[in-house]
């Protein structure tokens, strides 16, 4: 299939396939899940747990599922400075964080 003739989900995972084509150290990688469903998140998501063990990865998501089960460490901005860095763990539990932003929703657990 043409490039464009994929639909939005499948079109930015051959832009990480791109990327991944230039071999490169670092990944970083801008809101990946943005307008995914579900399924396509998912995929992604797996895809970025086997890429850890080859490659840095600095992901910026609002996808806080997909951040919880990918990430070592977690830096939560807000207003553009840094609220607060640990492990998802910590940030989970930090209650600032979960007034900001993640509510009494249960979250990647």
Excluded: W
Aim: charged share 25%; hydrophobic share 50%.
């Amino acid at each position: 299939a043409l490039a464009s003739e994929l639909g939005y989900g499948e079109r930015r995972q051959l832009e990480l396939a791109m990327a991944l084509a230039a071999e490169p150290k670092f990944l970083l990688l801008d809101e990946p899940m943005a307008g995914m469903s579900v399924q396509e998140s998912a995929a992604v998501v797996a895809l970025l747990k086997s890429l850890k063990k080859q490659y840095t990865i600095l992901l910026v998501e609002h996808d806080m599922n997909a951040v919880f089960a990918l990430a070592d460490r977690i830096s939560v901005l807000v207003y553009g400075r840094i609220l607060v860095t640990g492990t998802p763990e910590e940030i989970r539990g930090n209650e600032e964080v979960r007034a900001i932003y993640l509510g009494d929703e249960e979250i990647g657990a």
